[in-house]
């Protein structure tokens, strides 16, 4: 489980929706990933069909997260 890291004393807020499937498709959308979205919000998205953008966004992804980003325990 990650938390986002707090930068120059404030939590670093991501409202952006984004999902890479296969190393090939790249979904961006506003949707919350949630019921009540499903059901109670007009959401809008695109869906790219690039496998070298896709690699992009997983290796631009990969490089932000020990930036914004760290890992938090559960409690045992």
Not at 24 to 50: H, Q
Not at 58 to 71: N, Q, S
Request: a neutral charge; zero cysteines.
């Amino acid at each position: 489980m990650f938390r986002t890291r707090s930068l120059n004393g404030k939590l670093v807020r991501n409202h952006a929706k984004y999902l890479v499937v296969d190393h090939r498709f790249v979904l961006v959308t506003s949707a919350n990933f949630s019921k009540s979205a499903e059901y109670a919000n007009v959401e809008f998205g695109v869906r790219i069909d690039s496998p070298n953008l896709a690699e992009s966004v997983e290796r631009d992804i990969l490089a932000a997260e020990p930036v914004l980003y760290e890992r938090v325990f559960p409690d045992a």
